[in-house]
């Protein structure tokens, strides 16, 4: 007669292939981090680089951002006078303009900022529902400060997209 696993020993196992996994991604991003030259975000470092963008003044541009979820995305999003006007997705134009304003310069900074304060809020001890731990990495444009590149992780969340990064490939004032 064969032993019988108990349902602890079959919880345990999972465990450790769910710790062993988020091991591997965690080990994964560092070398990530190593090789593309980000470093942390705080809000000193967010202010202090969009109070830079501000001070370049350009309000109208075009932009190409390659964004990596589970898939990967470009984004061109063509501002003028400060208002995205035009986003293609893919080589697809896109008609919701208000739901993309995410990848303008604008909304790259509120996005940071939104993820720093969910990083406060959960410091303070602030949680919810949706509160989990989230890891962020960025660097920002050396010439017009907006942020080149960013990496966003967390750890322990009910979203179905919990890695994402994005880098700007290319920014045209016009």
Known sequence: MEPQSTPNQG????????????????ASWAIYFIRSGVSD????????????????????????????????DRYVVSVQNSEVVAVELNGT???????????????????????????????????GPETCEILIKGAFDPRYHFPQKYLRFEIGGMNQTPDVSWEVSRFEPL
């Open 11 to 26: 919880t345990s196992k999972r465990r450790g292939l769910y710790i062993l996994g988020i091991i591997t991604i965690l």
């Open 93 to 127: 134009s896109l008609k919701r303009l208000h739901a993309f304003e995410t990848w303008s310069v604008s909304g790259m900074f509120e996005t940071i900022a939104r993820d720093l304060e969910h990083i406060e809020n959960l410091k303070a001890g602030n949680t």
């Open 41 to 72: 975000v705080d809000l000193t470092l967010l202010n202090d680089a969009r109070t830079e963008w501000m001070k370049c003044g350009i309000d109208s541009y075009e932009i190409e951002v390659l964004v990596t979820t589970f898939q990967k």
